[in-house]
């Protein structure tokens, strides 16, 4: 089974308002720790925030946010008031409660924002 | 703010040839890794490394890959005989110690082109 899931390949939104890209997650662990990264059409990887399995509050970083609904195992990213400058790769991470060693990754999302 | 280089940005090699991909971690960082991103698909876990130690391999680090921290700064990958199938974006990784909430600072990446 895929540890991570993406199933938007693509979104686009409209500037200045708000997107949320889905993940779900699949672990039998009772820790482990989420993250979103952004990968612009340069190539870097970008960290942009990150939710613990015991963090009661939803994570927030700025204009990004992460849905954290640990029964439905989803974390999903929101983004409000979208950018030009947020048109890029999102892949959401998890690491394992047994093995912090690595990354396990989603197949991303493709957002555009549209002016 | 201390960051993650790579070196080269790009690099084109024939078949067959070995190539050496470099990496200046973050000084204070523990941890390394490599990961491996081929065009459009998702980031893959190639190998993590501490203590001079391979921690962690994926089923993709076969034998023509090699990892080595030959000095106190730089961790280099080494792909022996290179193969069509290895072009791809190669990101090196560090963190400052192995926990559910401690994020990876990925490089630029090298994007490597096997012809």
């Known amino acids: 089974a895929q540890k991570i899931t993406q199933t938007q390949p693509g979104m686009f939104v409209q500037e200045k308002e708000a997107v949320t890209l889905d993940c779900t997650y699949d672990?039998?662990?009772?820790?482990?720790?989420l993250f979103w990264y952004k990968q612009p059409s340069s190539g870097e990887m970008i960290f942009l925030i990150y939710q613990g399995s015991y963090d009661e509050q939803n994570a927030t970083e700025g204009r990004y946010s992460l849905n954290f609904q640990k029964a439905r195992k989803s974390a999903n990213l929101v983004i409000s008031a979208s950018q030009l400058g947020d048109s890029a790769m999102y892949f959401c991470a998890m690491r394992e409660g047994q093995n912090f060693n690595k990354f396990y990754f989603g197949s991303g999302t493709k957002l555009n924002v549209k002016p | 703010e201390p960051e993650v280089t790579q070196t080269p940005s790009h690099q084109v090699t024939q078949m067959g040839q070995e190539v050496i991909l470099r990496c200046v971690p973050i000084s204070n960082h523990l941890y390394f890794y490599w990961y491996r991103q081929i065009l459009g698909q998702k980031v893959e876990f190639l190998v993590s490394f501490y203590n001079n130690e391979i921690s962690e391999k994926s089923e993709i680090f076969d034998d023509q890959f090699s990892v080595e921290r030959p000095d106190g700064s730089n961790f280099t990958l080494k792909i022996r005989s290179t193969k069509l199938e290895d072009s791809a974006m190669y990101f090196c990784a560090s963190s400052e110690r192995l926990a559910e909430d401690n994020e990876q600072f990925f490089g630029p990446g090298t994007r490597l082109t096997v012809l």
């Open positions: 672990t039998s662990d009772q820790s482990y720790g």
